[in-house]
């Protein structure tokens, strides 16, 4: 089994920050402007989906095998809820190569 920790980029990939502006000065979050891009695409795509981005992730995750178990983070009961419909979403295989491409389109720094 594999425990996807921070599913959704530390909320990065909530839709809920457009810009590092909207992070408060001493986050660590601000630091990583390059993943603007990828967020700007993840709602795109889930805004055509009919999703919202957190939804999307989760199910994203989920897609990739049976033994992937999502751990997002929450505080709020409404949080909780739309994280929980993610794990309803049907992705199809050319949704899945079109996310893998959203992915594949920034570079990654760092071991992992």
Known sequence: TIVA???LG???LTGKYKSIDDFEPDDFRRTF???Q????KFEEFANK???????????????QGDNIVAI???????YLEENLEGTRI???PEELSEIRQIINSIEIIGTR
């Open 10 to 12: 530390r909320g990065f």
């Open 5 to 7: 920790y921070s599913p």
């Open 33 to 35: 402007p390059r993943f």
């Open 49 to 63: 989906k009919g999703v919202t981005p957190s939804q999307l992730c989760l199910a994203w995750v989920l897609a």
């Open 37 to 40: 891009e990828i967020v700007r």
């Open 90 to 92: 049907h992705l199809t």
């Open 72 to 78: 997002p983070g929450t505080k709020k009961i409404k």
